[in-house]
């Protein structure tokens, strides 16, 4: 089991930018691959972004790709997400998780682990 824990969301105008984290603990190399999920009020969770802890696979949602950028820090088994450009429309929470393999998984079931979340709020 991984135990994952999200920060950095907050509130930011839009325009501005966030970067949240995501620590992730225990036994980390039985999930090699992490993403971020994000719910909004009323809606289904969705994928925004994985990348695995080896290697170059970074792979992004459509409305994610030239905004949104994941990265990882092997050594301290963090991974990240910096948001940049924030519109109103991207007010959700931020969810971490882990998947214990497949090949660039992006579907909620995929993922074993998750994060409590952390709430990113833009305002217009």
């Known amino acids: 089991q991984v135990q994952l824990v999200e920060s950095g969301g907050g509130l930011v105008q839009a325009g501005g930018s966030l970067r949240l984290s995501c620590a992730a603990s225990?036994?980390?190399?039985?999930?090699?691959?992490m993403a971020w999920f994000r719910q909004a009020p009323g809606k289904e969770r969705e994928f925004v972004a994985g990348?695995?802890?080896?290697?170059?696979?970074?792979y992004y949602s459509d409305f994610a790709k030239g905004r949104f950028t994941a990265s990882r820090d092997n050594a301290e088994n963090t991974v990240y997400l910096q948001l940049n450009s924030l519109k109103p429309e991207d007010t959700a929470v931020y969810y971490c998780?882990?998947?214990?393999?497949?090949?660039?998984?992006?579907?909620?079931?995929?993922?074993?682990?998750w994060g409590p979340g952390t709430q990113v709020t833009v305002s217009s």
């Open positions: 998780a882990a998947a214990p393999g497949g090949r660039k998984p992006s579907r909620v079931y995929e993922y074993d682990d």
């Open positions: 225990g036994r980390t190399f039985t999930r090699p691959n």
């Open positions: 990348i695995s802890w080896v290697g170059a696979s970074i």
